[in-house]
């Protein structure tokens, strides 16, 4: 091989081996309990409920079934590529389930993972009350 040149593929990457489920990534049986006979906290369906980790494990989640909201297969896709903010659908009905992420995560590093990082990325957090009227546009 010269130096410098180009690597090329001579076939197409594919999987020879299938991906395995691993206990790692199996909810536990407290946390598939407490989704079993509940509905999607954004969109109401009933149909294949997920327990949906807000601290997943990687992060330091737990077992207990506080770490984890029902989510259909759909949102629980999104909201784990970052593509949904929960975080309106979850106040104040899981509270205490934010509560639990917060104590894994922290506050910012909770809001960051709720709200797939786009709030604070884009600035789109409600700013705190400054104590005063809104400041003219006019000038």
């Known amino acids: 091989m010269r130096r410098g040149a180009p690597l090329t593929r001579r ?11 691993t206990a790692a990534m199996a909810a536990s049986p407290a946390q598939r309990e407490k989704v079993r006979a509940s509905v999607c906290a954004v969109c109401g369906t009933a149909r294949r409920i997920d327990p949906a980790h807000l601290c997943p494990r990687s992060l330091g989640g737990c077992d207990e079934a506080a ?24 106040e104040p009905r899981h509270r205490a389930e934010l509560a639990h992420a ?4 922290g506050l910012l590093g909770t809001l ?4 797939g990082a786009r ?7 409600p700013r705190p009350a400054t104590g005063g009227a809104e400041p003219d546009s006019a000038g």
């Open 11 to 21: 076939a197409a990457l594919r999987r020879t081996t299938p991906l395995r489920r």
């Open 67 to 90: 770490c984890v909201v029902a989510l259909c297969r759909e949102h629980h896709r999104s909201y784990d590529c970052g593509e949904l903010d929960l975080l309106a659908y979850l």
């Open 119 to 125: 709030a604070l990325d884009q600035g789109a957090l």
């Open 112 to 115: 960051r993972r709720v709200t």
């Open 102 to 105: 917060v104590a894994h995560l």
